[in-house]
C-alpha cells in the first residue's frame, strides 16, 4: 500500500504565484493613485487650517495679523495659538510633500512626488508649486487656485 504524500506540487504553487502576479500588477497602480490622493489631500487640509486660524484669529483680534510686514515665520507663531506647532519650515519656507501633479488638468501622465510651498498673498494663504512638481494636481485642480 503506497503512502498518500500531503502538500502542493511545484506546477499548482507556480499557477498560485503567476495569479498572484497578475491580480497585483492590475492592483499596485491604484494605490499608487490612491495614495499621492491622500498626500494631496493632506496639503489642502493644511492649507485650510491656516486660512481658518487666520480667520478665527480676525475674529478674536478684530484685525489680521501683519501680512505685509512678515514672513511665513512670524505668522507661524503669531498663528500658533490656533494651529499648535505642526508646520515645519525648511530654510525659512512652508513646505509639503504633494503626492503627484499634472503638467495639464486632463492629462494622464503623472508626476510622482515632490512638495508645494505655502505662501501669504493679499491676506491669504496659497500654494505655490516649486520646480519640482507640476501645475495641476491629481484631481485636475490648479495648485495656486485652491
Same mark, same amino acid.
Given at each position: 500500500?503506497?503512502?498518500?504524500?500531503?502538500?502542493?506540487?511545484?506546477?499548482?504553487?507556480?499557477?498560485?504565484?503567476?495569479?498572484?502576479?497578475?491580480?497585483?500588477?492590475?492592483?499596485?497602480?491604484?494605490?499608487?493613485?490612491?495614495?499621492?490622493?491622500?498626500? %494631496?489631500?493632506?496639503?489642502?487640509?493644511?492649507?485650510?487650517?491656516?486660512?481658518?486660524?487666520?480667520? +478665527?484669529?480676525?475674529?478674536?483680534?478684530?484685525?489680521?495679523?501683519?501680512?505685509?510686514?512678515?514672513?511665513?515665520? +512670524?505668522?507661524?507663531?503669531?498663528?500658533?495659538?490656533? /494651529?499648535?506647532?505642526?508646520?515645519?519650515?525648511?530654510?525659512?519656507?512652508?513646505?509639503?510633500?504633494?503626492?503627484?501633479?499634472?503638467?495639464?488638468?486632463?492629462?494622464?501622465?503623472?508626476?510622482?512626488?515632490?512638495?508645494?510651498?505655502?505662501?501669504?498673498?493679499?491676506?491669504?494663504? /496659497?500654494?505655490?508649486?516649486? %520646480?519640482? /512638481?507640476?501645475?495641476?494636481?491629481?484631481?485636475?485642480?490648479?495648485?495656486?487656485?485652491?
Amino acid at each position: 500500500m503506497r503512502k498518500k504524500i500531503k502538500g502542493f506540487s511545484v506546477i499548482e504553487i507556480v499557477l498560485v504565484l503567476g495569479v498572484i502576479g497578475i491580480l497585483s500588477s492590475f492592483i499596485a497602480p491604484k494605490v499608487r493613485d490612491y495614495l499621492a490622493m491622500a498626500k %494631496d489631500s493632506k496639503v489642502i487640509n493644511a492649507l485650510q487650517s491656516l486660512r481658518m486660524a487666520n480667520e +478665527t484669529y480676525y475674529l478674536e483680534n478684530g484685525n489680521y495679523p501683519m501680512f505685509e510686514q512678515s514672513n511665513i515665520t +512670524t505668522i507661524l507663531v503669531v498663528l500658533e495659538k490656533y /494651529i499648535g506647532n505642526k508646520f515645519q519650515l525648511t530654510n525659512g519656507e512652508l513646505l509639503l510633500d504633494v503626492g503627484g501633479s499634472k503638467e495639464m488638468a486632463d492629462s494622464k501622465d503623472i508626476k510622482y512626488g515632490g512638495k508645494i510651498k505655502i505662501e501669504i498673498e493679499n491676506n491669504d494663504f /496659497i500654494l505655490k508649486p516649486t %520646480d519640482e /512638481i507640476y501645475k495641476f494636481n491629481l484631481r485636475g485642480d490648479e495648485w495656486s487656485k485652491l
